[in-house]
């Protein structure tokens, strides 16, 4: 099924004046993925790049804007023809996309050697950090292990045997060896379930049989909504979670209280204390009636990147040495405060261990605990032949 | 290793009464009907959805599940009326042709309705939390009341089947269907019926279900699988066979899931033991199931033809 909708500024309403031609404008494919489970997650970066829009009055440095939100169905294969699409049909001069490392694999490639920028608002797949570095690829969110490795780097000092749950994918093994690289102590064992389980009744059982000091999981979307309820039924509680992308703002309006206290690691949370964060915050909740997660918050700030970009090269969009240049200035206010990029395109930003808390209004986030790493320079970095 | 034993089993067994509440309705919409319904897996999810819906209107999940419950029931019989009844005398392809699009739709119907997000139901208070079973180790509190439940409805199925005019005339119909009808039975009211408890020990498994692993959409459609492999182990019709083999499959999938691996390990790295452990455990089943087969053909407890 196609799903394609553009939302055009000027349906908008807001320049109903003579218009320059459309030609003149920016147009910029939004590939999230909008269906099955997993659409929640891509739900978030459309809103979150749609709101940053919205601010700016539908332009984009100055330029009219067309954006054109295509659903990738967490498909590789489907993907790359939505990918191919907007290049030929809709002739894009950047993506910002996808929400899966998978999905990101599939289109940058294609779209970067079709000369289109590429702005990854959540998968920093190590493929893309490290030898295989694009000049044309930007991600505005973190390596994948980063955050595995601040919450591994916090463990450590703190659980002498911990216990590693991901499920069995390229992305979940990923993950756990980014905790591996900074944890310290002892793992008690490692388990990889199907991506499709949703009954953690046996891997639980284990867990409590083995008692280990601290469990880590890497169980994204639904698989952590279920996992951490369980958890909580199985009477494990006593034992600390620590996670990735297992608590955050798009599981916690289904976990709610069973998430409470427990930890995960990122570079944002809602209550990150700057001002331009406080901001986007209430205008996000105000509009769509829900707490931000990273992928929108990661999305808002590609829209502004973006904004400061086109901004700088006067709109010359065909000038594309310049656009890059500026993209990697990342001349803009991120919401997480201190943002630049490194040489392979990679963001240098603080990394966060989060706690899940309710706030007073019920409804449920994650809250900064401490900074564990300043601006760090991810591990594969070095190999990136880009200065 | 005792102790992970224990708790496999309860697991194994939990599993098994679950995967029998969704097959008992399947082995005699198959066995009876003749009527292959892919859409089984579907009505399962549908119960999940009406319970946490109900939940949410109710404040409270037993009564959430209670309302849930006489609603997956109706929702069967407009299914049956609208839909499955027209394709009684329709070869087997056309049935999993329209079931099939049935639960193709059904799935895109709650996502239309409730979304892609799970959507999950608190516990009631006595019901959550764990007990201790053996030495230092719990079992949640819940999931014995599935057991329980799943135990109970057994039984009364058993009961119906077996001491009741109703279970006569299913146990006379999954025999011979075309000698009940001549007998003056109304065999239309007969299927409605069928269908329609069916849908509703599917929807009640996925209602009992939403507290465990959250309502979503497509998760009927891993249950159907299995679902099947019950019926065909247990022998097509016979309720008795479906929940010998729905334990059978509880057990060997939960054991094989949890040892496979553990075993696995002492000769290889622990990703590579987790996943040849579990790609031999799913498989598990299916070995069972030609096993079994390949030594009585109909299932373990035949329907007598």
Redesign the interface.
Known sequence: MKRITRISALTAGLVLTALPALAEGVKVGVMMTL??????LGEQGRDGFLLALEEMGGKLGGLESEVIVVDDELKPDVAVNRARELVESHKVDVVVGAMYSNVQMAITGPLTEAGVFVLSPNPGPSALAGAGCNPNFFAVSYQNDQPDEVVGAYVSGKAARTFLIAP?YQAG?DHLTGFKRTYTGEVA??????L?Q??Y???L??I??A?PDAVYAFMPG?LG??FV??YR???LETIPFYSTFTVDE?TL?????DAVGFHSGGDWAPDLDTERNRAFVAAFEAKYDRVPASYAAHAYDAAYLLDSAIRAVGGNLADKDALRAALKAADFDSVRGEFSFGANHFPLQDFYVTRVAERADGKFQTQIVEKVLEKPVDAYAAECPMK | MT??LI??GL?GL??GVLLFLVAAGLTLIFGVMDVINLAHGAQYMVGAYLAAAFTGLAGNFLLGLVLAVPVALAFGLVLEWLVIRRLYDRSHLDQVLVTFGLMLMLNEGV?ILW??????V??PEAL???IPVWG?????V??LAILGAGLGVALGLWWMIHRTRLGMLLRAGASNRAMVSALGTDINRLFLLVFGAGAMLAGFAGAM?V????A????GD?VLILTFVVIVIGGIGSIRGAFVAALLVGLVD?LG??FG?ILLRSLME??MA??TG?TLAPMLIYILMAAILAVRPAGLFPVQR
């Open positions: 269906s099955g489970s997993a659409a929640v069995n093994k064992d490692e388990l990889y379930v199907p499709d949703m009954d009744s046996a891997e059982a284990q409590a049989a008692a639904g909504v279920n309820r369980q039924q199985a009477g798009v309006p289904a976990q709610k209280k | 102790n992970l708790l496999q697991n939990q599993f996502r979304g892609s997000a799970p959507i999950s608190d516990l959550s939390g764990s230092t180790l719990r079992y949640p819940y999931r279900m507290p465990v692993i959250s979503e959409p497509d998760m891993t939960t899931r949890s691996p622990p990703d987790s996943q579990r």
